[in-house]
């Protein structure tokens, strides 16, 4: 059975900071470039950042760079997302995406269920 589960989110204060982690199960994880997205209360999704299945490029969404850093454990299955000077704006449920690509062709991508972070004083 594929799966994708989250964990680390919760209540923090603005400017502290949480570690999300995602662990994967059911798919050769090394294999798929894997994102975080997330959604804020009322919105619709927001990709927050990913990262390659290669050498480990990552990418990052203006609104966190310099504050998020995405990495993975390819020997653990686990992805994770490092977020410092937390911003009320931060709020939402984030999710872990994992995509497999032939080419620019998507083969096969997997969510998890999402963690919620609530960022407020």
């Known amino acids: 059975e594929v799966q994708l589960v989250e964990s680390g989110g919760g209540l923090v204060q603005p400017g502290g900071s949480l570690r999300l982690s995602c662990g994967a199960s059911?798919?050769?994880?090394?294999?798929?470039?894997k994102s975080w997205v997330r959604q804020a209360p009322g919105k619709g999704l927001e990709w927050v950042s990913s990262?390659?299945?290669?050498?480990?490029?990552?990418s990052y969404a203006d609104s966190v760079k310099g504050r998020f850093t995405i990495s993975r454990d390819n020997a653990k299955n686990t992805l994770y997302l490092q977020m410092n000077s937390l911003k009320p704006e931060d709020t939402a449920v984030y999710y872990c995406?994992?995509?497999?690509?032939?080419?620019?062709?998507?083969?096969?991508?997997?969510w998890g269920q999402g963690t919620q972070v609530t960022v407020s004083s």
């Open positions: 059911g798919f050769t994880f090394s294999m798929y470039a």
């Open positions: 995406k994992a995509e497999l690509f032939s080419g620019l062709n998507l083969q096969s991508e997997h």
């Open positions: 990262i390659d299945n290669g050498g480990g490029s990552t």
